[in-house]
């Protein structure tokens, strides 16, 4: 009865200030959310407690487009590949090839096939590719970072096949998939004289894009963090620099 009589004094005070529409709407989510209450409805997602085998401290994680695997980052030098679904897990594959912790990982769009980039102390970058079924091999290794690689990321597909990479040597590289299977390298040099934290792109489509008359081309912009005395702004490169 207590509930009846708020909704129905709402529902006289919301239709003499803002009209019988406005208060239909504003009744219904006072309405849900009252039930909701009532009833004890939980909007939290369920958590899944996973082991991945891993012998030493996990630095990354990252999840695929489809959601359905898990790659791991370890200090143990090592890469777990794990299948999740629901309550259950299975591991698919472990990559070894990096002579240090590994910092990071990151899947690439699957319209380039099954790709997984890994970053390490040892200053190398490792493309993992997956042939048949979780059997995965280095497609390629990029080696031109003299310290450790903390931070990659994928730029967005638009974009082509390209990975941005962050190190301790203060610089960021960007590796680009050519279509001969080659790749082209370019170089921001000493981003963050102190070293090179963190990389992420921007998305792809500029500001205003999707409802503009125009077609536009594709932004390519990329953010850092570091170790430095101020942010860098690079025009070229459209590469913003924070410290």
Not at 31 to 56: A, C, R
Not at 80 to 100: D, E, F, M, P, R
Request: net charge negative.
């Amino acid at each position: 009865m207590v509930i009846l009589f708020i909704l129905f004094f709402y529902e006289i005070i919301w239709i003499a200030f803002f009209g019988q529409r406005t208060t239909k709407i504003c009744l219904t989510l006072f309405w849900v959310f009252l039930v909701g209450e009532k009833n004890g409805f939980d909007y939290k997602m369920p958590s899944q407690k996973i082991e991945t085998g891993h012998e030493d401290t996990v630095h990354d994680v990252a999840i695929d487009y489809y959601g359905k695997r898990i790659a791991t980052a370890s200090s143990d030098h090592s890469i777990k590949i794990i299948w999740v679904n629901n309550n259950t897990s299975q591991h698919l594959a472990n990559l070894t090839g990096h002579q240090g912790p590994v910092w990071q990982v990151a899947w690439a769009h699957p319209k380039f096939g099954s790709l997984l980039a890994s970053c390490s102390y040892d200053g190398r970058v490792i493309i993992w590719k997956e042939g048949n079924q979780n059997d995965w091999t280095q497609a390629h290794v990029f080696d031109d970072h003299k310290s450790s690689v903390n931070s990659i990321a994928w730029a967005p597909h638009e974009l082509g096949l390209s990975l941005a990479c962050g190190s301790s040597d203060g610089n960021i590289s960007v590796f680009t998939a050519r279509a001969d299977g080659n790749w082209d390298t370019s170089r921001i040099d000493q981003a963050h004289p102190v070293g090179v934290t963190s990389v992420s792109w921007a998305p792809s489509t500029a500001p205003g894009a999707l409802v503009g008359s125009g077609l536009l081309d594709p932004v390519q912009k990329l953010c850092s963090g570091g170790s430095c005395l101020e942010g860098l702004l690079v025009p070229n490169w459209k590469h913003t620099g924070c410290c």
